[in-house]
């Protein structure tokens, strides 16, 4: 079945050092979601990509989605301790509004030391 | 307004206790589906309803699982006779208004709520 890989497992910085996770599927994807878990905490959405090559910025964050629609990746620039959480990269087969299974990467766990 | 509620929060069953799980999705939301997720691993689908409609349920790890949403807004997932590898937290997420399509598919996740089988 349709697998996401995400690597890496644990990262740790130093505040101030940038950050990146990457994520690859075992299949095309229509699209791919970021969600952001902090400790003790559920997931949280951060974005959606839908288009080939995509780039998407959230203030430090960069967000990009490979040509072939089966990678991405995510790139903190100049982490904050109040980027400390769990990462997931979520994939979907699905166009519709109502519709998709997201199927979830491990997660790379970021911790930051200030 | 209110997010995605679940409850309980935390539960502890005894091996061969049945649960039920309750998740309360964002009004007027479409799409509801249940996770599972274990310490240090992503969420990974159980099942999803689209009103009451079950349309995917091929997650569900075996037929001690059994969810419903009868009338299209609550929804309860059922564990019969729990086994010590049912421990994890289970995470319910709506998403999708009525009133057409869209290609935005943002999940809105609930609390969880953590079972720990003895």
């Known amino acids: 079945g349709q697998q996401v890989m995400q690597i890496p497992q644990y990262q740790h910085v130093q505040e101030g050092e940038d950050f990146t996770t990457y994520c690859n599927s075992s299949?095309?994807?229509?699209?791919i979601q970021w969600y952001k878990q902090r400790p003790g905490g559920h997931p949280v959405f951060l974005i959606q990509?839908?288009?080939?090559?995509e780039v998407k910025k959230q203030k430090r964050l960069t967000f990009q989605f490979g040509e072939a629609k089966k990678n991405s990746s995510l790139h903190i620039t100049a982490t904050q301790t109040t980027d400390v959480g769990t990462y997931f990269c979520?994939?979907?087969?699905?166009?519709?509004?109502?519709?998709?299974?997201?199927?979830f990467g491990q997660g790379t766990e970021l911790s930051v030391k200030p | 307004g209110a997010g995605v509620s679940q409850s309980p929060r935390y539960k502890v069953a005894k091996r061969g206790q049945d649960v039920a799980l309750r998740c309360d999705p964002i009004?007027?939301?479409?799409?509801l589906f249940w996770y599972q997720q274990a310490l240090g691993q992503g969420p990974e689908f159980l099942t999803y309803?689209?009103?009451?409609?079950?349309?995917?349920k091929s997650g569900l790890p075996s037929d001690r699982f059994f969810a419903e949403r009868p009338e299209g807004s609550v929804s309860t997932l059922k564990i019969q006779r729990t086994q010590q590898e049912d421990s994890a937290v289970y995470l319910c997420?709506?998403?999708?208004?009525?009133?057409?399509?869209?290609?935005?598919?943002?999940?809105?996740f609930g609390p969880g709520t953590r079972l720990t089988v003895l």
């Open positions: 997420a709506s998403g999708g208004t009525s009133g057409g399509v869209s290609s935005y598919n943002e999940q809105f």
């Open positions: 299949t095309t994807l229509s699209n």
């Open positions: 990509l839908v288009k080939s090559g």
């Open positions: 979520a994939g979907t087969n699905s166009y519709y509004n109502q519709g998709g299974k997201l199927i």
């Open positions: 009004s007027g939301h479409v799409s």
């Open positions: 309803f689209q009103n009451e409609a079950q349309l995917d």
